[in-house]
């Protein structure tokens, strides 16, 4: 079993410390078990893999029906978290971290815990989901909005129309930050 700890700054955001087990054939490492999380019910799983070429920044992202489970499998990449939870004790806290293919850490992003990346390298991000892809519970904030002040490492990242529009954390009513756990 890995051991998993909070992040240390965003509440419920849980690094996963994953074993890695060599011998002359290569590398095992086991990624991922719903048993690790026993909080969430996993009961409709869905797995992704998103390869980025180097600059390019994907988020901020957020979902109100959907937890990720992110493990980078090659590349570089530094990811941003924003706690957009009012009635959570580290509402608005930001965190950066560093992942990598040559880590054997995961992370697992709560509800209402927005978050993005930029990849440093060509990056792979392979990320497990506890709901089907969803067109409706697809939201986002500003990449760069000046009140987060996010340092992505980049001055001119690759960034989707989408993303390019996304609101500013000022402008989405505390309202719309109702979370169903």
């Known amino acids: 079993m890995p051991t998993i700890q909070e992040s240390g700054l965003i509440k419920n955001v849980l690094l996963v410390n994953l074993r890695r087990f060599s011998d002359e054939r290569g590398t095992f490492i086991e990624t991922f078990r719903k048993e690790w999380f026993p909080h969430r019910t996993w009961e409709r799983i869905q797995c992704n893999r998103s390869e980025s070429q180097q600059g ?63 990849a440093l390298s060509n990056a792979v991000l392979t990320y497990v989901v506890d709901n089907y892809y969803d067109s409706h519970d697809e939201f986002g904030v500003a990449w760069n909005d000046p009140e987060l002040k996010l340092d992505w490492g980049t001055n001119n990242p690759i960034v989707s129309g989408r993303d390019q529009n996304n609101p500013t954390i000022s402008t989405i009513p505390e309202e719309d930050l109702v979370w169903l756990y």
Do not use: C
Request: proline share 5%.
């Open 56 to 118: 390019v920044l994907r988020g901020l992202h957020y979902h109100k029906n959907q937890v990720d489970y992110w493990y980078v499998t090659q590349g570089d990449i530094r990811v941003w978290l924003v706690d957009l939870r009012p009635d959570s004790p580290t509402y608005r806290a930001t965190q950066m971290l560093e992942m990598s293919g040559e880590d054997t850490t995961g992370l697992f992003i709560p509800i209402g815990v927005a978050h993005g990346f930029v």
